[in-house]
């Protein structure tokens, strides 16, 4: 199926309008992707202040404090899928705003650990349920030639989040003494109460309401307002996509039937390799990282400021080719780039360089994250899978990428720590594992990932539903 802009029956004007209004509700869903990146680094500024506050041992520092959003996360990766199946994305979506607002008034006024672990764990919850409804929503309101990049700008919000945490963190260092992370955290809920509002100005996903709600009509209006030509066949094209799910009496509810397997097997390991190249490792200790290269404290944090200001950069990058090269293509770019980076941040621990060699390296490796695996998860997994099982084809990769996230966060202090840590003396050990692991990847997506770009997702279905 193509879906294409109407040119023939539409004034230049409308169809510029109908563009504009794709893109506009793409990006107000993206945005949730925004929250998501700030709420995920922002704890990396209040990491050795809350530690130094409440005086928790490493273990519970790891697992309750730097940790429970990701189980949060976890926990909304499972759960959204069938929200979104259910209730439709646009209300999971509304949903993610409020959870994101409550964590963020929640976090900044705890009084002790447990409760900030608690309202930690409810902005987890956030994040997880938008990496499953975001990417769903847009990939289902996209066309083939532009769902690569419309898709990817959730990727973008996410690194312009992470970007503006860093910088948010930076800025608010010393404005609130001894509370300062308390600022920190709690000027998400800025951002997060403005997403929910623009929430309620968009649609209901169109390919939701013909496949799973059988309302042929309302998803017409919608397309009509995306601009969508030759309606009456799309709509026809995604019920006939509906029935093929249902051939021979198989049950198409179940993504964990065995005609799905393949889909299966790539969402699982696009989203296992994504964590095991590093990133969250270096994303959520790079203050940390950086000091043990020998940076001192505030020039670990200005330095955390370049990283984000790499990624957002090469993200960039990222989105203008993957309509252009193919996912696979810069899978193929991104695993070179990680191999390489992370073999010399190892060398360059390993050997003591200098901290000024080991931070190129880390910037290449935050690029080479940006233009291949950052760019492409998303928009992937999100075009993978089936109409009428996309949602929970999302929830399953998104489930696996942020345990494999959790897992990495909470035992990285039993290696890191500059006490206890297994790795205290030297941590190149933990940089050669990743690069290693990376390796892996790369012969994976030579060897078995297909190419998605500019192919319909009913087209996809065809050929990845056996």
Same mark, same amino acid.
Request: glycine share 12%; with cysteine.
């Given at each position: 199926m193509q879906v294409s802009f109407d040119t023939g029956t539409t004034t230049q004007k409308g169809a510029t309008t109908s563009s504009a209004n794709l893109f506009g509700i793409s990006l107000i869903a993206a945005l949730a992707g925004f929250i998501f990146g700030f709420d995920t680094v922002v704890i990396s500024g209040a990491n050795q202040p809350i530690k130094e506050l409440w005086h928790t041992s490493t273990l519970f520092h790891?697992?309750? +404090?730097? =940790?429970? @959003? &990701?189980?949060?996360?976890?926990?909304? @990766?499972?759960?959204?899928?069938?929200? =979104?199946? /259910? $209730?439709?994305? /646009?209300?999971?979506?509304?949903?993610?705003?409020?959870l994101f607002s409550v964590s963020a008034i929640g976090s900044a006024l705890a009084t002790d650990p447990y409760t900030f672990s608690f309202f930690r764990f409810i902005g987890g919850l956030g994040i997880g349920v938008s990496s499953v409804a975001a990417p769903t929503y847009v990939s289902e309101i996209s066309t083939p030639a532009t769902r690569g990049r419309l898709v990817a700008m959730y990727q973008f919000n996410i690194v312009f989040g992470i970007l503006v945490a860093f910088l948010s963190n930076y800025f608010l260092q010393g404005v609130g003494g001894i509370n300062d992370w308390r600022w920190m955290l709690g000027v998400m809920a800025v951002p997060s109460l403005i997403y929910t509002l623009m929430v309620f100005g968009i649609p209901e996903s169109p390919r939701w309401l013909v496949s799973v709600k059988k309302n042929d009509a309302a998803a017409r209006q919608v397309m009509e307002r995306l601009g969508m030509n030759n309606i009456d066949e799309e709509i026809k094209l995604i019920n006939e =996509? !509906? #029935?093929?799910?249902?051939? @021979?009496? #198989?049950?198409s509810k179940s993504f964990f039937s065995s005609k799905y397997k393949t889909i299966l097997w790539l969402t699982f390991l696009v989203a296992f390799f994504n964590q095991w190249s590093g990133i969250n490792f270096i994303l959520y200790y790079a203050p940390e990282i950086l000091g043990r290269a020998g940076l001192a404290a505030k020039e670990s944090l200005l330095n955390s400021i370049a990283i984000g200001g790499i990624n957002l950069l090469f993200t960039f990058a990222g989105l203008y080719l993957i309509d252009k090269l193919g996912r696979r293509t810069l899978l193929i770019i991104g695993s070179f780039g990680y191999i390489i980076s992370l073999a010399? !941040?190892?060398?360059?621990? $390993?050997?003591?360089?200098?901290?000024?060699? %080991?931070? !190129?390296?880390?910037? &290449?490796?935050?690029?080479?994250?940006? +233009?291949?695996?950052?760019?492409?998860?998303?928009v992937f997994i999100a075009e993978i899978s089936p109409n009428k099982v996309r949602a929970v084809g999302q929830s399953f990769g998104a489930s696996v990428h942020w345990v494999f996230a959790a897992i990495i966060t909470l035992i990285v202090p039993v290696f890191l720590d500059e006490q206890d840590g297994i790795f205290k003396d030297n941590p190149w050990p933990i940089f050669a594992f990743f690069a290693f692991m990376m390796a892996l990847q790369l012969i994976w997506v030579l060897t078995k990932v297909p190419e998605t770009k500019g192919? =319909?997702?009913?087209? %996809?279905?065809?050929?990845?539903?056996k």
């Open positions: 790891g697992f309750f +404090i730097m =940790s429970m @959003a &990701l189980w949060g996360t976890v926990a909304g @990766a499972i759960l959204g899928g069938w929200p =979104s199946q /259910k $209730y439709g994305r /646009k209300k999971v979506l509304l949903w993610v705003g409020i =996509s !509906v #029935q093929h799910e249902s051939h @021979a009496g #198989q049950d010399m !941040v190892a060398w360059c621990f $390993y050997a003591q360089a200098s901290a000024g060699l %080991l931070m !190129v390296f880390l910037l &290449l490796f935050i690029a080479a994250h940006a +233009i291949g695996q950052g760019a492409v998860i998303w192919v =319909s997702l009913e087209e %996809l279905e065809r050929k990845l539903v």
